[in-house]
């Protein structure tokens, strides 16, 4: 966990543009955020990008990456990814380039523990793109593409939906989640080339239907979690050894028993501690918790908070571990909540700010 900052910087990704190319509100919002307080002060936004969906921050803080979720950009088909150089005392974001992701709807940007390679998810075009972080933050041309093929059971899933990449603690394998496929693929990344090969074995199957969306690791390395988009469950991996295994031992609701009506989970999250999970309901409009085993990482449902807005979508803890905002993108509105430390339930906070179909939040501290 990082030392206690005066305040750190909240960058908010939005959907900006519903349909024609006129954007219709600023992409990106940038607030002050004080973690003592959880309180939000707005300092700006950016007008001047496209969809910027999901956002994601250079290993030392300095450079932001926005994906452009568009089916044509640039007078390409396929979406974007764009880079900005930040001003981490102002907040202030300028442009530094952009690339094509050359796959439609791109929704997902990650960066290595390197810090030398940025992986897209195409989620239409149901593919992977990397690409290399040059000098000064520039992304480089397209180094790898992997295009997913195949199909599930359910209706979403007729084809390939590439949803997420990250990079496991080691940082020699890529894995990625595919919605359509029911699948997290696994690709050795080379470090000289910049190339991907599937590895062996080439992935893990979840339950048929279940749709894998976000993926994070337990802060311990031991530990691997999916929140699955369409059957609104967790999957729990036990990492084994260290060629890129993984276990399935657990598989549990997010939703509250009884609760009949539509669903579809968005986002996943461990507190720094590593004591508690948390994942984002569109539907029943919650987010659930769970408490995790420490020799075991297995979960227990503690309870359900409601975001108090439609359609949370993805949603972020503050560095320092005491907030929790909530990005709502049918009511517009981001909520923060208090984390109880023992327990890791959540409060309800009196801020509310309202931004216009908020998706990503994404905390930097702030250089003062």
Not at 16 to 29: D, S, V
Not at 61 to 68: K, T
Not at 109 to 131: E, H, K, P, R
Request: glycine share 10%; hydrophobic share 40%.
């Amino acid at each position: 966990m990082p030392p206690l900052a005066t305040s750190f910087l909240v960058y908010v990704g939005t959907y900006n543009i519903a349909k024609g190319p006129k954007e219709e509100h600023p992409g990106i919002f940038i607030f002050r955020f004080d973690p003592c307080t959880g309180r939000l002060t707005a300092t700006g936004n950016i007008q001047n990008v496209a969809n910027p969906s999901f956002l994601c921050t250079s290993k030392c803080r300095n450079f932001l990456y926005a994906v452009n979720e568009l089916a044509e950009f640039n007078g390409q088909a396929g979406g974007g990814v764009t880079a900005f150089a930040i001003n981490r005392q102002t907040g202030e974001l300028t442009a530094l380039n952009s690339q094509s992701t050359a796959g439609a709807h791109p929704c997902y940007v990650s960066i290595d523990q390197t810090g030398q390679w940025l992986a897209v998810s195409n989620y239409t075009g149901g593919s992977l793109a990397l690409f290399p972080l040059q000098n000064y933050g520039h992304i480089g041309p397209l180094c790898a593409f992997e295009q997913h093929k195949g199909h599930g059971i359910a209706p979403q899933q007729k084809t390939a939906h590439v949803h997420s990449a990250i990079m496991e603690p080691s940082n020699r394998y890529l894995l990625v989640a595919d919605l359509g496929l029911d699948k997290i693929a696994i690709y050795t990344l080379d470090h000289k080339s910049g190339t991907l090969k599937p590895h062996e074995p080439l992935g893990v199957s979840l339950k048929p239907g279940a749709g894998p969306r976000h993926m994070v690791f337990h802060p311990n390395g031991r530990f691997f979690y999916v929140v699955n988009e369409l059957d609104s469950t967790v999957t729990v991996f036990a990492c084994i050894g260290k060629e890129g295994a993984l276990e399935q031992i657990q598989m549990l609701p997010t939703l509250p028993a009884g609760f009949a009506g539509f669903n579809a989970c968005a986002d996943i999250h461990v507190a720094a501690s590593g004591k508690f999970l948390y994942a984002s309901n569109r539907g029943h409009d919650s987010v659930a918790i769970f408490s995790i085993d420490h020799h075991t990482g297995m979960l227990s449902s503690t309870g359900h908070v409601s975001t108090q807005g439609r359609n949370p979508r993805n949603f972020a803890i503050d560095p320092a571990g005491n907030f929790l905002l909530v990005a709502n993108q049918d009511s517009h509105t981001l909520v923060t909540f208090k984390i109880d430390p023992a327990m890791g339930l959540l409060s309800p906070t009196t801020q509310t700010i309202q931004v216009p179909s908020p998706v990503c939040v994404l905390f930097v501290e702030q250089s003062l």
